[in-house]
C-alpha cells in the first residue's frame, strides 16, 4: 500500500512570492492534515480538510491556505512568502478516527 | 488544553545499552498518545500508539512505552540501542474528539555512539 506523498520535496522562493504544496493521502483516508517544523518552533498544526471541506486551522493567518480535491488529494498555498515560512511542510492523513500517517514532506525556502 | 513536556532536548547513549526517553503529558480526557521518529531530512515514522487498552505498548524496532496515568508519562524505551535508532523522536497527544489534531513535544535527539 502506497503511503502519504508529497510534491515538491523542495522549493525556493523569494519574499513576496507564493508557494503550491502538494499531498496525496493514503489510499481510503479522508482526512489531511497539515503542519508547519520550522526551526526553532518545533511542529505546529495548520490546517485539517476532511471530505473536501476545511475543517479548523491553526494559529496561521489567513495567507496560509489551501484544498481538498475530490480525491482526497490536498493543496496547500502559502501567499506573500515572508522569511519565516521557511520550513518543512508535512501532510498527514487519516481514516476515520485512526491514526494519523506522514508524508516525506516538503522543504520550502525563502530567500 | 492538552500538552506535551519531553524532558530531555538530547539524549546519547552508547550501542548496545538501554534507550530512555522521557515525556509527561497533559489532557482534559483520556489522551491518544504516540511516539513518532525523525530521522534526518525524512517525515515523521510512527513507532507506537497508547489508545486506552494495555498500558505498555509495544512498537516497532524494539521500542516500548508505559502509560503511567498517576504520573501523567509515557516513557519510551528500548533495551539495547542501535546505531540506526540515531534520530529526533518526538512524543505526540491527540484530542480525543473533534479535529483531532497532534500537539508534539518539542522532541528529543537521540545520539548513538559507537
Request: proline share 5%; aromatic share 12%.
Amino acid at each position: 500500500e502506497a503511503g502519504v506523498t508529497q510534491s515538491p520535496t523542495h522549493l525556493i522562493k523569494t519574499r513576496g512570492q507564493q508557494a503550491t504544496l502538494r499531498c496525496s493521502p493514503i489510499s481510503g483516508h479522508t482526512s489531511v492534515y497539515w503542519y508547519q517544523q520550522a526551526l526553532g518552533l518545533g511542529l505546529q498544526f495548520l490546517l485539517w480538510y476532511d471530505e473536501g471541506e476545511e475543517r479548523n486551522r491553526g494559529n496561521f493567518p489567513p495567507r496560509f491556505s489551501g484544498r481538498q480535491f475530490p480525491n482526497y488529494s490536498s493543496e496547500l498555498n502559502v501567499n506573500a512568502l515572508e522569511l519565516e515560512d521557511s520550513a518543512l511542510y508535512l501532510c498527514a492523513s487519516r481514516a476515520g478516527v485512526e491514526t494519523q500517517y506522514f508524508g516525506p514532506g516538503t522543504r520550502l525556502l525563502v530567500l | 488544553a492538552q500538552s506535551v513536556t519531553q524532558l530531555d532536548s538530547h539524549v546519547s547513549v552508547s550501542e548496545g545499552t538501554p534507550v530512555l526517553l522521557r515525556c509527561n503529558y497533559s489532557s482534559s480526557y483520556s489522551p491518544s498518545l504516540f511516539w513518532y521518529v525523525q530521522h534526518p531530512n525524512k517525515g515523521l515514522q510512527l513507532l507506537l500508539k497508547y489508545t486506552s487498552a494495555a498500558t505498555l505498548v509495544k512498537g516497532i524496532n524494539g521500542f516500548e512505552a508505559e502509560f503511567k496515568k498517576s504520573e501523567t508519562s509515557f516513557h519510551l524505551t528500548k533495551p539495547s540501542a542501535h546505531m540506526s535508532d540515531a534520530a529526533e523522536y518526538f512524543c505526540v497527544v491527540s484530542e480525543s474528539t473533534g479535529r483531532r489534531a497532534l500537539t508534539f513535544g518539542s522532541g528529543t535527539r537521540l545520539q548513538v555512539q559507537p
